[in-house]
């Protein structure tokens, strides 16, 4: 089964601090993606990665950036953490055969 | 153009019941309509999909329903159970596969009573 792996399940940080969300698969997916669920509104996609050291903004990147240095792992990182970025923040990866995989998600409160 | 619309919010049906959710797009240049099921504390999972070169697909007791002409799909599941209770989304993509970014709906919580 392919994996996909979300280092935290909950998260709690401080108007204003860097957090990082890692994000790890284990099937030499190419793609792979950053979502951020909220209630109404769906899931929004903030940036995604085609390929190493790739990246392209999705429909919301603002106040994000990731990063890709190895095939199996893309970062979400907020420079600056706002109370408006809490939400739940879901990883995919894809590949042509098996499509998208998602991970369980990391809930963020930014307090 | 990158919308895809989705209704109810939220539908409660009762065990053995049909469950219908529908969902509407604008961007022609979609051709492929994946539809996923949520569970709390899990992410998306791929439930069923559809292109548009066919109007029915059926696995199951979930059919999902196409037409083309309208820009609308549906998702129908059949004798509804408790265990069909989860967030369901609809979603869009293009290249004929969701390898691509895929658009999803705002998501539907479906609820089914005993």
Not at chain 2, 32 to 50: C, E, H, S, T, V
Request: hydrophobic share 30%; charged share 20%.
């Amino acid at each position: 089964d392919v994996k996909v792996t979300q280092s935290s399940r909950y998260l709690v940080k401080r108007t204003g601090e860097k957090v990082f969300l890692e994000c790890v698969q284990d099937m030499d997916h190419e793609n792979m993606f950053w979502y951020r669920q909220d209630p109404g509104l769906g899931l929004r996609l903030i940036y995604f990665s085609y390929d190493v050291k790739m990246k392209e903004k999705g429909d919301i990147p603002e106040g994000y950036s990731v990063s890709r240095e190895k095939k199996e792992r893309f970062s979400l990182i907020l420079e600056s953490a706002s109370t408006n970025q809490t939400s739940m923040y879901l990883c995919a990866s894809s590949s042509p055969h098996y499509g998208y995989t998602f991970g369980s998600g990391t809930r963020l409160t930014v307090v | 153009q990158q919308q895809v619309k989705q209704s109810p919010q939220s539908l409660i049906v009762q065990k053995g019941g049909i469950s219908i959710i529908n969902c509407a797009y604008e961007n022609t240049a979609f051709d492929y309509f994946p539809w996923y099921q949520q569970f709390p504390g899990k992410g998306p999972a791929l439930l069923i999909a559809i292109r548009p070169d066919v109007s029915e697909k059926k696995e199951g007791r979930f059919t999902i329903s196409f037409n083309k002409s309208a820009k609308q799909f549906s998702l129908h599941i059949m004798d509804s159970q408790p265990g069909d209770s989860a967030t369901y989304f609809c979603a869009a993509s293009k290249g004929g596969t969701s390898y691509d970014k895929v658009i999803f709906g705002p998501g539907t919580s479906l609820s089914v009573i005993p």
